[in-house]
């Protein structure tokens, strides 16, 4: 994957503005943009400050990575609103990004490329290039509330 910068792309260092020069190689960091086949345009792009937030952050939420031809467990944890995969609004800008660091502070690792809203409120965030989860519920109020 492909991480390329918009002439608009803002960083931040946790909570606080910084500047492109904060991503340091080995820095952990998640990116929020449009995603194009396999590069992503990020818009957002905050440096993560404790832990790796990468890989032993997913490794140790439990995050299976990709390995083509493995079949993803059919597992979930938490709370799984009723819906049927691909309905919903497809959803953007501020909302999404509430929804995706929600996901990836609660599932580190892999690409979100979609936020969907739910019927009832909740938001899920679909996560690729994972084998586990591929669904992160998020409530009304961007609070993780289960996966699968």
Not at 18 to 45: H, M, N, P, Q, W
Not at 54 to 78: L, M, N, R
Request: charged content about 20%; proline content about 4%; aromatic content about 6%.
């Amino acid at each position: 994957m492909t991480v390329t910068e918009a002439s608009f792309t803002k960083y931040t260092r946790g909570t606080h503005r910084a500047s492109a020069r904060a991503v340091k190689k080995g820095a952990s960091v998640l990116v929020l943009g449009t995603v194009d086949s396999a590069t992503i345009t990020g818009t957002r792009v905050t440096v993560q400050l404790r832990g790796d937030g990468g890989a032993a952050a997913a490794e140790a939420a439990g995050v299976i990575p990709f390995k083509q031809g493995t079949p993803s467990p059919t597992k979930s944890v938490g709370q799984i609103p009723d819906y049927t995969e691909g309905e919903g609004t497809i959803v953007s800008g501020t909302t999404a990004d509430k929804a995706t660091k929600a996901a990836q502070a609660v599932v580190p690792g892999g690409i979100n490329d979609r936020v969907v809203k739910l019927s009832g409120g909740e938001y899920e965030v679909h996560n690729i290039s994972v084998n586990w989860p591929h669904h992160v519920f998020v409530s009304k109020d961007f609070k993780v509330l289960g996966y699968e």
